[in-house]
């Protein structure tokens, strides 16, 4: 699991914070955790996917977690 610390100065702003792993998002065992703990920050946060697990009801309720950015599917 991975820890993120950090102080922001008055002047900081973050725009998201984005899952872009070396491979499919929704397959870390510990996602879901991460995006809770995230959220409670108040930083929004965007999880880029490819989708390939969108068929399962646990992955659809993690996406939704998530802070809507926009959709988009693409096939080539």
Known sequence: MYYVSFKCPEFFFTHYITFV????????????REVELLRSLGIPLAILTNSSLIWREDVRELLRKATPAGRSLKSF
């Open 21 to 32: 792993p070396d491979g499919e998002p929704t397959l870390d065992i510990n996602l879901s």
